[in-house]
């Protein structure tokens, strides 16, 4: 599975969107970008998933670029729930299965 | 649904002592997994199983770490004995076939062995 880096941490302002990136240069043409997070003693959550095209659900939007060798997922108006480590995982979905969560990035939204 | 459910929340043990975590996925879901949490190794993937057969177990650490899932609603961790370096959240996840990445967790297991 492709590598991914992301940076280790990231404040936003509440209310503000928060834009966090992720490279994953090595990605493979079956393998889709996937986004969780973890929120502070609670298990990882799914956000959204994508392929090459832009996705858009109630909790996010993810965009990939045309090469695909990065992304952004977009928080549009951060509260301070949404204070978590955000984990960018990229994987083909017809492989073996595990999930490789690395270290993410720590979000912090400001009041 | 009320999600992926994991008992105890909270375990404390004496070293040497058997541990026994519990998980009953949401249902439906034909995928389900152990996952093991630390602040040095962060979250690593201990098995998977599909339709209850254990699939891949090449992250349990050793021998004294098995499960099973004796049915589609329920699945054990073991550990036994337990050791110090076992203290960790333990997680339990479960997804469709076909969606498998799509994984929901439950709220974990905080286990400490001393």
């Known amino acids: 599975d492709a590598k991914t880096t992301q940076p280790p941490s990231m404040d936003c302002a509440e209310g503000r969107a928060a834009n966090l990136p992720c490279n994953h240069s090595?990605?493979?043409?079956?393998?889709?970008v996937y986004w969780y997070r973890q929120i502070h003693s609670q298990g990882p959550q799914y956000i959204i998933h994508?392929?090459?095209n832009n996705e858009t659900n109630e909790m996010a939007s993810l965009i990939i670029t045309e090469d695909r060798k990065s992304s952004t997922l977009i928080l549009p108006h951060a509260t301070l729930r949404d204070t978590a480590v955000y984990y960018c995982?990229?994987?083909?979905?017809?492989?073996?299965?595990?999930?490789?969560f690395g270290t993410g990035t720590r979000l912090t939204v400001i009041p | 649904d009320a999600g992926v459910i994991q008992s105890p929340r909270h375990e404390v043990t004496e070293m040497g002592q058997e541990v026994t975590l519990r998980c009953k996925p949401i249902?439906?879901?034909?995928?389900l997994f152990w996952y093991r949490q630390t602040m040095m190794r962060g979250l690593e993937l201990l098995i998977y199983?599909?339709?209850?057969?254990?699939?891949?177990d090449s992250g349990m650490p050793e021998d004294r770490f098995s499960a099973k899932m004796p049915n589609a609603s329920f699945s054990t961790l073991k550990i036994q004995p337990s050791e110090p370096r076992d203290s960790a959240v333990y997680f339990c996840?479960?997804?469709?076939?076909?969606?498998?990445?799509?994984?929901?967790f439950g709220p974990g297991t905080r286990l400490l062995v001393l």
């Open positions: 090595t990605i493979s043409g079956n393998e889709y």
């Open positions: 995982i990229v994987r083909d979905p017809t492989g073996a299965n595990n999930l490789f």
């Open positions: 249902s439906g879901h034909d995928y």
């Open positions: 199983f599909n339709n209850n057969v254990p699939i891949d």
């Open positions: 996840a479960s997804s469709k076939a076909g969606t498998r990445e799509t994984q929901y």
């Open positions: 994508g392929l090459k």
